[in-house]
């Protein structure tokens, strides 16, 4: 990140230069809606020289002319400067600068390197018109590619932002709840709406991650007790997913407000469980594995204690989310019926979204393996069936997985075919191609439908470093 900073305190030097040069940028340059300078002379007239002087320049009476487009692409030039360094002074993305592998790190430095590109050649900008004209081209494509760059960046910085909050505001309330301090329900039930209406739009679930001794949000302030934020992140997953299947059940697609209320404080009771237990990586002794198995009853406890009135059904699926249907769960050994219906959906979106997370003792499975692993387990009667099959709504490869084609070309997961009758159709999604079989980038990605044509298919999702080294400087969005 210290190249990044050396780039930027050129760029801001050049900047400062421009700003004590008041004729370069006309002050009142009329603006539009969307924020672009508006031409104020025609095309003829945008031939017209504008006379400035440069401190410091030789002799007294050295002068550089501008063209107004010029000047217009300058005062462009300045409102990206201005963009960069806002973003570059952001907390979160100072906090996140020491993972020189961390994708918005990378393309943040990148796009630094372009503008100090920009800065070079308008210091360069020629006396005859014809030559800065031809420069202004240049500029203009390189302007272009940044403010793209720019939006990409910060779109993906305001969603990372969005994401430690959501955390921080599920582990704020899982440390009032232990600690005994004041707390309501109505924030958890709003987080909730959030993740409800993101699944009705179509959003593809974003599998969140906090370690396990995180106390608080990269670059944040406030601190939680330990291990409240890995606790929440993995709450937040196991609740994306049941706002999605919760839409194909009779019993809750007319209220599901409350299964995803249940997932998100289900695991309530984890934070009695030491973090450093939490955080092995090695096989669980005895008497760690049972002050994990206890977390269920205490959660349940622990909500009827602090909400009497409101989480009597809410405690008992709290209390079951964690035993089978074949009566070798934990903590009461309850089987079939016995569990109450949000009990069993809230074991099988867990169990789905804890393989899809890293976890300290092993990597993440990818979509598919997860998917056929908590079928099998339907088999086997440890999940429920019905709740299980619900899971092939999310088909095998979801909206946003990033795929490996049989001929070696690299794509994204961009629509699945919702038909249940299909064998095939959970496996053979539309796909946009983003790479050649050589990983080289495309111009532009080519959209595939599988489902349309009996040659090529998926030979596997893509793993996060293996995605990094391919797509991390073109699509950071996707890694």
Known sequence: MSDTRNLLDRISAFRQRLDSTPNLVPEALPVDGTGSVVPVVSEVE???????????????????QYTDRAQRLLTRAKGLLDRQRTFTNDPLVAACAADETDPLVCYHRETVG???SVVRLAQGMPDSAGGQLKLCDGLNGLLGVVQDRLAVQEQLLARRRRDEDRIDKLASFFTALHCNLPVAMEPVAAL?????????????????????????????AQAYAVPARYVAAHALNVAQVVARLVPFDYEWAGRPLAPVVGALVMDCGMLKIPAAVLAKTEPLTADERRAIEAHPRLGAELLLWRFPNLAGPLAAAVATHHERTDGTGYPAGVAGAQIPALGRLLRVADVYAAL???????????????????LLLAEQS??????????LHL??????????????????????HANRMDPRAPGRPVVAVLTDADGAI??????????A???GSIVKAIPLARRRELLGSRYPDLV
Do not use: C, K, W
Request: proline share 7%; glycine share 6%.
């Open 395 to 416: 088909s095998f490869y979801p909206v946003n997985t990033v795929i490996e084609l049989t001929d070696g070309r690299v794509g994204v997961v961009v629509a699945n």
């Open 192 to 220: 909730a709406e959030e993740l409800l209406e993101e699944a009705r739009q179509g959003r593809s679930i974003r599998y969140l991650s906090a370690p396990v001794m995180s106390a608080s949000a990269p670059g944040g």
């Open 453 to 455: 044509s009996d040659r």
């Open 382 to 391: 440890q999940v429920d069936r019905d709740f299980a099959e619900y899971l």
């Open 356 to 374: 899809n997370e890293e976890r300290p003792h092993r990597p993440a499975s990818d979509p598919r393996a997860a998917l056929t692993d908590v």
């Open 114 to 116: 372009i503008l100090d």
């Open 442 to 451: 495309l111009p532009r990605a080519e959209h595939l439908d599988l489902s």
């Open 46 to 64: 945008s031939f017209r020289f504008t006379l400035r002087r440069i401190p410091g320049a030789a002799g007294e009476g050295a002068a550089t």
